[in-house]
């Protein structure tokens, strides 16, 4: 049914602009000045502090890991993954319907009205179909012994398959991941990126998330060392950098983290045409530092990650950690690039039509209020600062929350 709302000031994903009309049924039909609207239907009013955002959009997280809380040991990267290996099975047996589904609620509740889950073992499938969320479910690889390839990739491909399922509104994007560049075969990884550039699938990997992973990566030497003889009984990375870069150098990529990247490895993506996600608070949490956001000039997202390394998946949490993680620079334009993280620079990594306001655009919509009216180059902050939840979410015109 088509609707017509009023806000003070809307957010279209580029900039703000005042006092507008939006009609729309399940697409955005018109977005006019007030002043100068003249269709005869009833508008509903959100005027004052009212200001309208396309629907967030979280590029990363781990619903899989959802009930995960004071199990997986902090601080350290390589301590972390020792702690991954030994609690994995459990944490995604207790990883119910129930305890994912509170997650997108969560999630929801802060406005996101998509989010790209990375799927390990399909278990969150069904959650993602019922979740009133657009899923982008990424389908992930992992294993670097050469012996396991062949079935490791028949039971990808099997995920892949059912998370092709249609639901009623195509509302799972099937993608896949490449889990990172320490743990799959660049055999494995060749096979499962030849599949997404086949079925035009969104793609991500973790890549260069921790100083330990660069030292396996560049002389299989540091930290990893130990691990990968304990667990896999080797002394060689199968990768290189440059190497694993390369594998992708022809399909748009979402490289998540890239913390321990350096400069020139940034250029390198970049020109590529890849896009990037940036989890603050998970690389606090392990260990891993800061994204030098100030060389990348790609669609940036900001995502919350998994429970597996954070405490909350509220987006509102990631962008006020943003905030204070990126210390130097002008503080408002940082916060209107991290708006813009969330929206429009979001829906780009995702290849997603969705995280702008504009005519024909899905009407994902989020109304957020603040304490007060505020001015046009401060509104981007004061949103981040103040915003706990959203106020109402509309997904395909619908209000959901
Ligand atoms: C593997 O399956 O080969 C793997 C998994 C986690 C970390 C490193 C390697
Ligand atoms: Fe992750």
């Not at 781990?62 to 702690?83: C, D, I, M, P, Q």
């Not at 990566?217 to 540091?222: A, Q, R």
């Not at 045409?273 to 949490?285: Q, V, Y």
Request: some cysteine; overall charge negative.
């Amino acid at each position: 049914m088509k609707r017509a709302i009023k806000v003070s000031k809307l957010f279209d994903g580029y900039e703000y602009k005042d006092d507008m009309i939006v009609v729309f049924d399940n697409k955005i039909e018109s977005i006019t000045p007030a002043d100068s609207f003249s269709q005869d239907i009833e508008i509903e009013d959100f005027s004052n502090e009212y200001i309208l955002y396309p629907g967030f959009i979280n590029t990363h997280t781990h619903l899989e890991f959802a009930t995960n809380r004071t199990t997986l040991k902090y601080g350290n990267f390589v301590e972390w993954l020792y702690s991954v290996i030994e609690h994995r099975g459990d944490l995604m047996n207790e990883a119910d319907d129930e305890a994912m589904m509170k997650c997108c609620k969560e999630m929801l509740n802060s406005g996101i009205t998509t989010f790209g889950a990375i799927s390990s073992m399909g278990l969150d499938l069904q959650v993602c179909k019922k979740t009133p969320q657009k899923v982008v479910y990424f389908n992930e690889a992992i294993g670097s012994v050469p012996s396991a390839v062949d079935a490791l990739f028949s039971d990808f491909k099997e995920r892949v398959t059912n998370s092709k399922c249609t639901t009623p509104k195509d509302k799972i994007t099937p993608a896949i991941a490449i889990h990172s560049p320490y743990s799959v075969h660049p055999i494995l990884a060749k096979r499962v990126i030849e599949i997404a550039k086949d079925l035009n699938m969104p793609i991500s990997t973790h890549f260069l998330e921790s100083k330990a992973e660069r030292d396996w990566l560049e002389n299989s030497s540091g930290e990893m060392a130990p691990f990968f003889k304990e667990f896999f009984n080797t002394d060689r990375a199968v990768n290189n950098i440059q190497g694993f870069l390369e594998l992708f150098d022809d399909t748009q990529t979402l490289f998540i983290h890239c913390t321990q990247a350096t400069q020139e490895e940034l250029q390198y993506l970049q020109n590529k045409g890849h896009t990037i996600a940036h989890c603050p608070r998970s690389n606090r949490l392990l260990g891993n530092g800061r994204l030098s956001i100030e060389n990348i000039f790609s669609p940036l997202s900001v995502a919350t990650d998994g429970y597996s390394s954070n405490w909350s998946l509220n987006i509102f949490d990631e962008l006020r950690a943003s905030l204070m993680m990126h210390s130097l620079g002008d503080l408002n334009k940082l916060a209107f690039r991290l708006i813009r993280s969330v929206t429009s620079d979001a829906a780009k990594c995702l290849r997603s039509d969705a995280g702008v306001l504009n005519i024909n655009r899905p009407a994902d919509m989020v109304l957020v209020k603040l304490p007060s009216k505020i001015p046009n180059d401060s509104v981007a902050l004061h949103t981040i600062l103040h915003t706990q939840k959203a106020e109402r979410v509309w997904i395909d015109g619908e209000v959901i929350n």
